[in-house]
């Protein structure tokens, strides 16, 4: 079946720092998403794209849409302690119906 | 309701047992989707409703799995002889239609099976 290759795994950075994480799989995908787990809590959607090449911000996010449209990128800027959690990228695509194919998640840790 | 609701939030059952994990979506959206999350991992996919229908069935683990949403809103997630290999949370998500990939999730049911 699909899988998504999320990395890094983990992540420990400084406040203020700016994190990267990308998401890579072995199938096209029409759309990505990304979402955020917090401790027994669901996934919360961040960011979605539509269209290869497309880049798209929320606040200090920044996603894009890779032209292969086998990979995404997430960014966040000037983190801050509140953005402690673990992030998921979920591919769609046209052959898999309405489901969505998770990575493994990126768990970030901020020091203050 | 403003969120999709899960209940219970949390269920311990003994192996062998029925249990039944209950999904209420955001009020009006026609797509309601099962996952299932095990520790350390990303969500999997169960199974899709579009209105009353289940429009894909293929990740359900097997014949002991099955859910049903008789009205085209709540829907009901039922395992039955459960099995210590069933414990993980269930999260139900729900979007607008089946156009709509994005999908807003609950907070989940922990099942753990002793």
């Known amino acids: 079946g699909q899988q998504l290759n999320q990395s890094p795994q983990s992540m420990f950075i400084q406040e203020g720092e700016d994190v990267s994480m990308n998401c890579t799989s072995s199938s096209i995908f029409n759309t990505w998403l990304w979402y955020k787990q917090d401790p027994g809590e669901g996934p919360v959607l961040l960011i979605a794209l539509y269209k290869a090449g497309e880049l798209t911000s929320n606040g200090r996010l920044t996603a894009q849409f890779g032209i292969t449209r086998k990979d995404s990128f997430l960014n966040i800027s000037a983190s801050i302690p509140s953005d402690v959690g673990i992030y998921f990228c979920?591919?769609?695509?046209?052959?898999?119906?309405?489901?969505?194919?998770f990575g493994g998640g990126t768990r970030l840790m901020v020091k203050p | 309701g403003a969120g999709v609701s899960q209940t219970p939030s949390n269920k311990v059952t003994e192996k062998g047992k029925y249990v039944e994990l209950r999904c209420d979506p955001i009020s009006g959206h026609t797509a309601l989707y099962w996952y299932r999350q095990s520790l350390g991992q990303g969500p999997e996919f169960l199974i899709y409703?579009?209105?009353?229908?289940?429009?894909?069935d293929s990740g359900l683990p097997n014949d002991r799995f099955f859910a049903v949403r008789p009205e085209g809103s709540v829907s009901t997630l039922k395992i039955q002889r459960t099995e210590r290999g069933d414990s993980a949370v269930y999260l139900c998500?729900?979007?607008?239609?089946?156009?709509?990939?994005?999908?807003?999730f609950g907070q989940g049911t922990r099942l753990t099976v002793v």
């Open positions: 998500a729900s979007s607008l239609d089946s156009w709509n990939t994005e999908a807003f």
């Open positions: 409703f579009q209105g009353t229908g289940a429009a894909d």
């Open positions: 979920a591919g769609q695509s046209l052959n898999a119906g309405n489901m969505l194919t």
